[in-house]
């Protein structure tokens, strides 16, 4: 991939790179691709070049410094912050040693809030803030006219989504054919999850409905196949949603009476807004078409109102177990330990239960085949999260190391976090990749918390593990290769 890059570059030179390492190949950049559809004249002057993280340094760098361009503007997320931190050292090396060094901008969700002393920003001559659509465009206008490149920070900025310009026709074909297309309908959450940055600010921006789903439809005839949604809240405007749900039904009937494989989409949804037009409209997804991703991330009431994220567990896992029992979407459940007040034995309970509404009493379904996960994640003290008004009173102690995962609480020591952490890669590892089934009859907690440490005592870790191998030691345990039971 590195040497198709260097050679494309070297026949395309652009003055403006557009680049950020993505989380796997198949995740490309939707914001890359609106900054270059939004450069108005300069458009034809950007080039997008992603990269994979797991992809070698030296494949990042020949690439770009191949292009030798005037801007190389880079996105930064939490998960790609050490990577691009390591990339922009290497890269200032080279451009010290060649003399051709570019005006660096930084964008994206992990700078908008990093402190201006930040290692990072050692290597920026440009920072922006917030969404980078129009001030990108007019910071390269400058760059090339004048060579203005004050303020250093940018002011956090909001776009009005009436006036950005769409940039779904850069993905390529294959984009469409090969890797989950995202798209965004609106911007923006109404909640105010202390976790979350949209907790900073709760203003929803929709972008313009009838032009959405041109766009969309345009997307499916060029052979787009998976979507994911990146809208944080997608069920808050439920006739939006229902008209944008009604599409894409559309869409995979046609696909089924053509005998073609039918559009699959991915949508994230809070628990708490599933009114019956709703459950009847996704009660319509055939099999293998819906994915929903719900966050739930405690069950615990008084946790999750100091959080500022009001819950109703009962009717939550209620409908949690409709969607189990009355459509055919596949159920990503979100889950967060280390929560400000949550102990171990609170977020067990809440693990139990959510498994058996997930689940049900039913026998379980066969190795490869479950349609609920749990996504147990540990909480991280994202920069400029006011979750952050919590560490005093609770003992909130974080690694000050992205992802930045909370690693001490005063109701959950040091240990029992390591614990968890390690019982989350192997519920993964075992469960939501379908290894074998836990039994849903009974709780699962405290015996996969038993089974993830035997597992981490004969591996000595929980990554690299190889799937064959991890099947055998369960067998060796006792553990049935159809269900969770010894």
């Known amino acids: 991939m590195a040497n198709r890059h260097g050679r494309f570059i070297r026949q395309l030179v652009k003055d403006i790179i557009l680049t950020t390492i993505n989380a796997k190949w198949i995740h490309p950049s939707l914001a890359l691709r609106l900054l270059k559809a939004n450069l108005g004249a300069l458009e034809e002057r950007c080039e997008i070049i992603e990269f994979a993280l797991r992809q070698p340094l030296g494949e990042k760098i020949e690439p770009l410094l191949a292009a030798r361009p005037r801007v190389l503007g880079?996105?930064?997320?939490?998960?790609?912050?050490?990577?691009?931190l390591e990339l922009l050292g290497e890269l200032e090396r080279a451009w010290a040693a060649k003399g051709a060094r570019p005006v660096?901008?930084?964008?994206?969700?992990?700078?908008?809030?990093?402190?201006?002393?930040?290692?990072?920003?050692?290597?920026a001559d440009y920072v922006i803030r917030g969404e980078g659509e129009t001030a990108f465009c007019?910071?390269?206008?400058?760059?090339?006219?004048?060579?203005?490149?004050?303020?250093?920070?940018?002011?956090?900025?909001?776009?009005?989504?009436?006036?950005?310009?769409?940039?779904?026709?850069?993905?390529?074909n294959?984009?469409?054919?090969?890797?989950?297309?995202?798209?965004?309908?609106?911007?923006?959450?109404?909640?105010?999850?202390?976790?979350?940055?949209?907790?900073?600010?709760?203003?929803?921006?929709?972008?313009?409905?009838e032009m959405f789903l041109e766009q969309m439809d345009t997307l499916v005839r060029r052979g787009a196949k998976t979507f994911k949604f990146l809208d944080r809240t997608f069920n808050l405007n439920i006739k939006r949603a229902l008209r944008i749900i009604s599409f894409f039904l559309e869409k995979i009937e046609e696909g089924e009476a053509n005998a073609a494989l039918p559009p699959l989409v991915h949508f994230e949804m809070v628990p708490s807004l599933f009114p019956e037009e709703l459950r009847e409209a996704l009660s319509r997804f055939p099999p293998e078409t819906l994915r929903l991703e719900i966050g739930i991330q405690t069950l615990n009431p008084e946790v999750s109102a100091r959080i500022g994220r009001p819950c109703d567990p009962d009717k939550e896992l209620e409908t949690l177990r409709f969607l189990r029992e009355k459509t055919n979407a596949v159920i990503h459940a979100d889950l967060?330990?280390?929560?400000?007040?949550?102990?171990?034995?609170?977020?067990?309970?809440?693990?139990?239960?959510?498994?058996?509404?997930?689940?049900?009493?039913?026998?379980?379904?066969a190795p490869g085949h479950r349609r609920a996960e749990i996504q147990l994640g540990i909480l991280k003290l994202l920069p400029g999260a006011p979750i952050s008004r919590h560490n005093e009173a609770f003992n909130m102690r974080y690694n000050p190391l992205p992802p930045y995962e909370v690693e001490e609480t005063s109701a959950v020591g040091a240990v029992d976090l390591r614990r968890i952490k390690n019982f989350a890669r192997f519920w993964e590892l075992i469960v939501n990749r379908g290894l074998v089934n836990p039994a849903p009859e009974e709780p699962v907690f405290d015996k996969f918390m038993t089974l993830s440490e035997k597992l981490f005592a004969h591996f000595g870790q929980n990554w690299g593990i190889g799937r064959d191998e991890l099947l055998e030691v369960l067998k060796m345990e006792g553990y049935s290769a159809d269900f969770f039971v010894k």
């Open 336 to 365: 967060i330990a280390g929560l400000p007040g949550e102990d171990l034995a609170s977020f067990g309970r809440g693990f139990d239960r959510l498994w058996l509404a997930l689940c049900g009493a039913e026998k379980p379904s």
């Open 104 to 123: 660096v901008v930084l964008g994206g969700p992990e700078v908008t809030y990093l402190p201006e002393d930040a290692n990072i920003f050692q290597f």
């Open 174 to 209: 294959e984009d469409l054919t090969k890797k989950l297309i995202y798209v965004e309908s609106s911007r923006g959450c109404p909640f105010n999850c202390e976790f979350c940055l949209s907790a900073l600010d709760s203003t929803v921006r929709e972008f313009p409905l």
């Open 74 to 84: 880079i996105s930064v997320s939490i998960w790609n912050h050490t990577a691009t």
């Open 138 to 172: 007019l910071l390269c206008e400058n760059i090339f006219e004048v060579g203005a490149l004050r303020p250093h920070f940018s002011d956090i900025i909001q776009n009005d989504v009436n006036t950005i310009k769409a940039a779904y026709h850069l993905y390529t």
